[in-house]
C-alpha cells in the first residue's frame, strides 16, 4: 500500500494528494476507502482529521483535511462562501476551436433504473460557474485548466462534456470508458485564507497518467 503525500501539514488542517481510484466515502458494493487510512494522518493528533469536501473516486490531488471540529465548520463556511481558490487539470477527449472562456450551466441530478444517476444541464438546476483555459494540445487530446466557482457534484465533468462539447478522457458517464483509463481529472491546487495566519494553501504534482500522455505543467 503507497504513502498517501501530505502536501501541507498544521494544527487546523492537512492538505493531502489524493491518489486516483481511492473513495472518500465506502462504496455501497464495499471495499477500500479515504477512512480505512485515516490514521496514517492524526500526526500526534488524538483525533483523525475528516475531509472537509469531496473529490470524485476517480479525480487525484488535492484534498483538505481539518484537524478540529472548529476548522472543519470555518473552512466548510469557506466553501459555501466560494471562497475557496481552486485549480483542476483535465484531459479532454477532442481539440477545442477556442484558448479560454467561462461556462454557466445550472445542473440538475436525474437519475432512472437503467443508467443510475447523473447530473445534467437545467434551467431548474443549482448555479454552476466555471473559468477554464486551454494550456496544451497533442495527438487529438487537450490538457484544461479548470477554475470552478461553484463546487457541484460533477461539476467540470458536466461543463466538460456539455459545455465544451468534448467531455474528460475516460469518463464513463459523460463521455466514452476506455479499459483501464479513469477519468482524467486532477485537483491540481487548493488555497483558503485565513484571518491572522497564512493561508492553506498546496499544489499536487501532475499525475504519471497525465505525463504518460504527454503532458506536462
Known amino acids: 500500500m503507497n504513502e498517501i503525500p501530505i502536501l501541507f501539514e498544521d494544527g487546523e488542517a492537512l492538505i493531502i494528494d489524493k491518489p486516483a481510484g481511492l473513495p472518500i466515502e465506502r462504496p455501497r458494493a464495499g471495499g477500500a476507502c479515504l477512512e480505512d487510512r485515516a490514521h496514517e494522518f492524526r500526526l500526534g493528533f488524538q483525533r483523525a482529521p475528516v475531509p472537509v469536501h469531496r473529490l470524485d473516486t476517480d479525480t487525484s490531488g488535492c484534498l483538505l483535511l481539518a484537524r478540529n471540529p472548529k476548522a472543519l465548520k470555518r473552512f466548510s463556511a469557506a466553501f459555501e462562501a466560494r471562497a475557496v481558490e481552486k485549480v483542476y ?129
Open 89 to 217: 487539470l483535465g484531459i479532454i477527449a477532442g481539440v477545442l476551436a477556442t484558448d479560454a472562456g467561462t461556462i454557466e450551466l445550472a445542473l440538475s441530478k436525474i437519475s432512472s433504473a437503467e443508467d443510475g444517476w447523473r447530473m445534467i444541464p437545467a434551467r431548474k438546476g443549482k448555479p454552476s460557474l466555471t473559468h477554464w483555459r486551454k494550456l496544451d494540445e497533442r495527438h487529438g487530446l487537450t490538457l484544461v485548466e479548470f477554475r470552478p466557482e461553484t463546487g457541484r457534484t460533477h461539476q467540470i465533468r458536466v461543463h466538460a462534456a456539455s459545455g465544451l462539447g468534448a467531455a474528460l478522457l475516460g469518463d464513463p458517464v459523460y463521455g466514452t470508458a476506455r479499459g483501464g483509463m479513469r477519468t482524467m481529472l486532477h485537483a491540481r491546487s487548493l488555497s483558503i485564507a485565513r484571518d491572522g495566519k497564512p493561508p492553506v494553501a498546496a499544489t499536487a504534482p501532475l499525475p504519471a497518467d497525465f505525463a504518460a500522455l504527454g503532458f506536462a505543467v
